[in-house]
């Protein structure tokens, strides 16, 4: 699975960014993306919550349209990679978790390690720009 | 894994029967529990959204309290049963789906393939009633 991040303050366009992306890599491999949810308590529609909070470690609800919901507990970044290869994805997006090791997008002005190309557009990003980008997610080694 | 199924008309308290196994299991395994969930849509709190409507297969989100939060395309209750298992869950409760093959507990007077016990009582459900049901579970073939 080939992994890239885009880390920016907030409001620099993160999400637009990795909308581009995901939908730019339509056609060429599964696509998963993982974002932060900080503060994220289980949604409280329908009785996921209440399957949880009575203790169960995984609650999974079957959607209209073949969509599965899994809420899980023990995980953090590293088991959300995990979950999107055990998905069969090829090509993950991390929105957020700018303190990583993962290769990075950066928008805007703030200092990461590992970073592979700064971004100063904002939204809306132009198609070479997200071109380019899935280039570099494309020449990340598998892992 | 073993599995059960409970399921009875609207209102008729599945989800507090569910609720009261859950617990009653805390100790003997990991648990997991299927809902049905028909026309969720995509919760729309932080990007998940976003994400999954440019075209992502699988979004993760990771929670505070290291709970993990997953959208998937593709899925069935075939499939929310082959999640609970790659999940290492030994006891699965699943709630409604009365025209599965599943063992099932039923509330109420609807009538189902696979009746397993039927319920006549009503939330709060007592204790003995909750043991000997686990027990069915207990019972159940490794599936």
């Known amino acids: ?15 637009t960014l990795v909308e581009a992306m995901v939908r730019a890599l339509r056609g060429r491999g ?9 503060g994220h308590p289980v949604e409280d529609r329908g009785d996921t919550r209440r399957h949880f909070e009575a203790g169960a470690d995984v609650v999974v609800g079957v959607g209209s349209e073949r ?16 979950e999107l290869r055990a998905s069969g994805v090829e090509f993950a997006i991390v929105e957020g978790f700018k303190t990583s090791g993962l290769p990075k ?11 592979l190309r700064r971004v100063d557009a904002s939204p809306p990003f132009d198609e070479g720009l997200i071109e380019e980008l899935i280039g570099l997610l494309i020449l990340q080694p598998e892992s």
Chains 1, 2 share one sequence.
């Not at 599964?30 to 932060?36: A, D, E, Q």
């Open 30 to 38: 599964r696509v998963g993306t993982i974002k932060n949810m900080p």
């Open 67 to 82: 969509i599965l919901f899994k809420v899980s507990r023990g995980g953090g970044l590293e088991e959300a990679l995990e």
């Open 1 to 15: 699975m080939k992994v890239i991040s885009v880390v920016g303050t907030k409001k620099s366009g993160k999400t």
């Open 105 to 115: 997008i950066v928008l805007g002005g703030i200092e990461v390690d590992n970073l």
